[in-house]
C-alpha cells in the first residue's frame, strides 16, 4: 500500500466564512460527505472562536468508510506486530513533541483547564507506549495434547474492521484507548468522533499517519449520532463495535449489535461515590473532593458526584469543602490561572440546571453555586458555578442520576456498613473511594463496594493506562478498555493443532483407554 504523505491526506481547505473546513478521511484521502452538509465546531468558552467546520455525514459516507477499512484489512492483517506496534510508538513520539499545540486545540474545543488537557494528550502518549510493547506480547498458549505426536496451542487473531463512537469529554484519550489496541492487534477501523470534538482526533489520526500508518487502516466519519453513528453500529461489514457514552445511548447500541450477534464494549454512565470516614485525613479528603468533583467540570464518568461523610466529621468537611468550592477561579480553560472551566454545551447547561431544580424539590439544601455564570466574561460561554448540595438522601434523583456537570450531593450516614450500603444503592458501578486510615476497612471497601475501580485515599478519578477501565451494572457490558483487558475485545481466539503422527487420531475416541 502506498503510504500518503501527511500534506497530502491532512490538507485541511479554508472555507468561505475563513474557518477551516475538514473533511472526512476515508481511504487515505479527505473527502466532504455525500450529504452536502456540515456543522461547526465552537469553543464553549467563547462563542465567537470557530474551531472548524465538519462534515455531518450520513449512511454512504460510512459506508464508504467501512469498505476502504475492509479493503486496507487484507494487507493490515499480514503485517508483523511488532511492525505493527512500531507504527504506535512512532506516533507516541510525535504526540509527545505536539502535546502542548494539541492541549490548546482540545481546550479550545471542550473548554476543560490545560493542566487537564496536557494530561489528556499526555493519556494517548501513555497508551501508544503502552500498546506498542504489546505488540510484541500478543501471547497465546502452548498446551499438552490428549493424543500422541500432536502440538496444540491457541493463537489471538485479529477481529476485523471495527467500528468506534469516541465521547466528547476525553477527545484524544478515549480514541487512543479504543484504536491503538485495535491497531496493534490486527484490526482495522471506522471511528467517529463527538460533533463537539472532532478536532482531536484528527489530530490523533494526524500523527498516526506521519508514524507510517497506511491510508484506509484508520477512517474518519464526523457527524450525529443518528445520521452517522447508528448506522455505524448497524452496518453488516463492521464486525465489532466499541463505544463510550451515555447508558440511555449505550443501551440502543447494544441491542442493535446483539440482533446481529456483533460483539460490543459498552463503557457508559456513573454515579460515583467517595466515602469520607470518621478517621480520615480530612484535608486530603477536600482535596480529592475538589479534584473529583470539579476536575473537568464534572463532565467525566468516574467525575465524585457523591460524597458520603460520616456524621462524626460531616459539619467540619461541609465547611471547609464549601469554601474551597466558593473559591474556584471558573474561566477560560486557556487561563492558566483558571480552575474550573465551562460545560461543554447548551444542553449540559440545561441539564445542570434541571437537576439543581430537582434537587430542591426533593428538599436538599443548596449549599453554594447552582446557577449559569452570564455576566462579564462569562457572556459568550456556557459556564455553570460549582455546586454543593446538602442534606441529600440516598434516593433522591440527585443521588442517583448522572448529572455530568459541575455538581456534587453530601449524604451523611452513622457508620460505614451504611456508607456502603448507600454507595452501593445505584444503577452504575464505575469508581468508588474511601478516605480512611483503617487498613481493615480499607480491604473491606475494596471487596464490597459494587464498581469496576476502588480507590483507597485518592478521588474517584485518575485512570492508568496499563490497568482495566471499566463497571459493572448499568455502567458496561463486562468489557473493559486498557490493559491486557482491551486486547481481548480486539482479538479472538483461534485454537490451532498440528497432527504430526502421521496417522488418523481421534480426540476423546483413541485416548479413551
Keep these: ?20 473546513l475538514y473533511k472526512n478521511l476515508i481511504g487515505g484521502h479527505m473527502v466532504a460527505s455525500h450529504t452536502g452538509k456540515t456543522f461547526l465546531n465552537i469553543n464553549p468558552a467563547n462563542s465567537d472562536d470557530v474551531i472548524g467546520e465538519f462534515q455531518a455525514s450520513g449512511a454512504k459516507d460510512i459506508d464508504d468508510a467501512v469498505a476502504a477499512a475492509a479493503e486496507a484489512y487484507k494487507t493490515w492483517r499480514l503485517v508483523p506486530a511488532p511492525k505493527r506496534a512500531e507504527i504506535l510508538y512512532r506516533c507516541g513520539e510525535l504526540l509527545a513533541e505536539r502535546k502542548e499545540s494539541y492541549a490548546r486545540e482540545m481546550t479550545r474545543e471542550m473548554g476543560k483547564v490545560l493542566s487537564e488537557t496536557r494530561g489528556d494528550v499526555q493519556e494517548a502518549i501513555d497508551t501508544a507506549y503502552y500498546m506498542a510493547g504489546e505488540g510484541r506480547r500478543l501471547f497465546g498458549q502452548t498446551t499438552p495434547s490428549e493424543l500422541k505426536s500432536k502440538f496444540a496451542m491457541s493463537v489471538r487473531m485479529p477481529v476485523g474492521v471495527v467500528g468506534m463512537i469516541a465521547p466528547w469529554n476525553f477527545p484524544m484519550a478515549i480514541p487512543s484507548w479504543k484504536l491503538f489496541p485495535a491497531l496493534v492487534c490486527g484490526n482495522t477501523c471506522v471511528i467517529k468522533p463527538a460533533e463537539d470534538t472532532p478536532l482531536s482526533t484528527y489530530n490523533l489520526v494526524e500523527c498516526l499517519t506521519e508514524a507510517g500508518l497506511p491510508p484506509g487502516v484508520v477512517n474518519i466519519v464526523t457527524g450525529f449520532g443518528p445520521d452517522a ?3 455505524l453500529v448497524a452496518h453488516p461489514g463492521v464486525r ?36 469520607v470516614l470518621e478517621d480520615a485525613n480530612l484535608d486530603l479528603a477536600i482535596e480529592g473532593a475538589l479534584w473529583g468533583a470539579f476536575g473537568t467540570t464534572g463532565q467525566r464518568c468516574t467525575a465524585t458526584s457523591r460524597i458520603i461523610l460520616h456524621k462524626k466529621i460531616a459539619a467540619e468537611f461541609t465547611k471547609k469543602l464549601v469554601a474551597r468550592v466558593d473559591a474556584l477561579k471558573v474561566g477560560d480553560g486557556l487561563d492558566e490561572h483558571t480552575q474550573m472551566g465551562p460545560q461543554v454545551n447548551q444542553q449540559q447547561i440545561e441539564t445542570s440546571i434541571r437537576y439543581c431544580e430537582i434537587a430542591q424539590k426533593e428538599g436538599a439544601k443548596l449549599l453554594t453555586g447552582g446557577s449559569v455564570l452570564e455576566d462579564g466574561s462569562y457572556d459568550k460561554g456556557h459556564f455553570f458555578a460549582p455546586t ?62 459494587e464498581a469496576g475501580i476502588t480507590y483507597i485515599n485518592a478521588p474517584t478519578i485518575g485512570a492508568e493506562v496499563h490497568l482495566p477501565f471499566g463497571g459493572v451494572k448499568q455502567t458496561g457490558n463486562g468489557h473493559r478498555e486498557g490493559g491486557t483487558g482491551a486486547l481481548d475485545f480486539y482479538t479472538t481466539w483461534k485454537a490451532v493443532y498440528v497432527d504430526y503422527s502421521d496417522t488418523l487420531q481421534r480426540a476423546q475416541i483413541d485416548n479413551a483407554d
Excluded at 1 to 20: D, K
Excluded at 249 to 269: D, H, W, Y
Excluded at 406 to 425: D, K, M, R
Aim: aromatic share 8%.
Design 388 to 449: 454543593v448540595f446538602g442534606g441529600v438522601k440516598p434516593k433522591m434523583r440527585i443521588a442517583q442520576e448522572e448529572v455530568f456537570g459541575p455538581v456534587v450531593s453530601l449524604i451523611e450516614v452513622e457508620s460505614f456498613e451504611e456508607a456502603l450500603e448507600a454507595a452501593n444503592g445505584i444503577q452504575y458501578g464505575l469508581s468508588t473511594a474511601l478516605y480512611s486510615k483503617d487498613v481493615n476497612k480499607a480491604f473491606q471497601a475494596m471487596r464490597d463496594l
Design 1 to 20: 500500500m502506498r503510504l500518503l504523505g501527511y500534506a497530502e491526506v491532512f490538507r485541511p481547505e479554508e472555507s468561505s466564512v475563513s474557518h477551516t
Design 229 to 231: 453513528g447508528a448506522p
Design 240 to 275: 465489532a463495535i466499541s463505544f463510550t457514552g451515555s447508558s440511555e445511548v449505550g443501551r440502543i447500541v447494544g441491542q442493535t449489535a446483539a440482533a446481529n450477534f456483533k460483539p460490543c464494549s459498552l463503557e457508559m454512565g456513573g454515579k460515583n461515590a467517595m466515602i
